[in-house]
């Protein structure tokens, strides 16, 4: 399967504890981004990265939140000290950068639960 | 981005066309009307877009108003495996690459 993998699929830790997810992207793409969704919600933007450039954050990433993608392949997203607030499902997405009919490929996901 | 407004829900029978609708007033020259889709359990997928004119592909038809306000995604022919949440965005062309999600319409079918 080419498609976009993430890891860990699901997650349960206890509030206060650090937590990391991991995505493999499409290995084509050079764009990878991080959304996050609530139950009955549409998917938020995080952040996204073109090869290994962050180059946008949303106001929704504080300070506990990182991601990196460190050589431009897999990117990882860290959250410390988890709050209960931050349980969600985790997606991740990639594409080739081709402006406004760029199509994101997503991968299936990794749920948090913070207890 | 320019926001969109769909129905939170509808239902429709197995191997009946499905018409969801998407309205747009506010979108610009530039944008292009892109829909996504979110089966249970998994993460979204392209299902198609559009600039102006009416599309096909193997997975759907999007039929677009010609002020560009409003658009509808046609399922020709459901089935159950097309029961999902649908997902109107509009992307500007420079600068918004970024998806944005509404509450999209969940659709169910109906054996």
């Known amino acids: 399967d080419t498609g976009v993998s993430q890891n860990p699929r699901h997650k349960i830790t206890k509030r206060g504890q650090n937590v990391t997810f991991r995505c493999d992207p499409i290995?084509?793409?050079?764009?990878l981004y991080w959304y996050r969704q609530t139950l009955g919600q549409g998917p938020e933007f995080l952040t996204y990265?073109?090869?290994?450039?962050?180059?946008?954050k949303s106001r929704l990433l504080s300070d506990r939140f990182s991601a990196e993608r460190p050589k431009g392949s897999f990117s990882t997203l860290e959250i410390q000290r988890t709050e209960q607030g931050d349980s969600a499902m985790y997606l991740c997405?990639?594409?080739?950068?081709?402006?406004?009919?760029?199509?994101?490929?997503f991968g299936p996901g990794t749920r948090l639960l913070v207890l | 981005d320019a926001k969109t407004t769909q129905p939170n829900s509808m239902e429709s029978n197995e191997e009946e066309p499905v018409h969801l609708p998407c309205n747009h007033s506010?979108?610009?020259?530039?944008?292009?009307i892109h829909w996504y889709r979110q089966l249970p359990s998994q993460g979204p997928e392209y299902v198609i877009h559009?600039?102006?004119s009416n599309v096909n592909n193997r997975m759907a038809s999007l039929a677009i108003a010609e002020d560009r306000k409003s658009s509808t995604l046609i399922l020709h022919r459901a089935t159950l495996r097309d029961a999902a949440v649908y997902y109107c965005?509009?992307?500007?062309?420079?600068?918004?690459?970024?998806?944005?999600f509404g509450t999209g319409t969940r659709l169910t079918i109906i054996p």
């Open positions: 997405a990639s594409s080739l950068a081709k402006g406004a009919i760029e199509t994101q490929y």
């Open positions: 559009g600039l102006t």
């Open positions: 506010t979108i610009s020259g530039t944008d292009y």
């Open positions: 290995s084509e793409h050079n764009r």
């Open positions: 990265f073109q090869n290994e450039a962050q180059l946008e």
């Open positions: 965005i509009l992307r500007g062309r420079f600068g918004n690459e970024k998806l944005t």
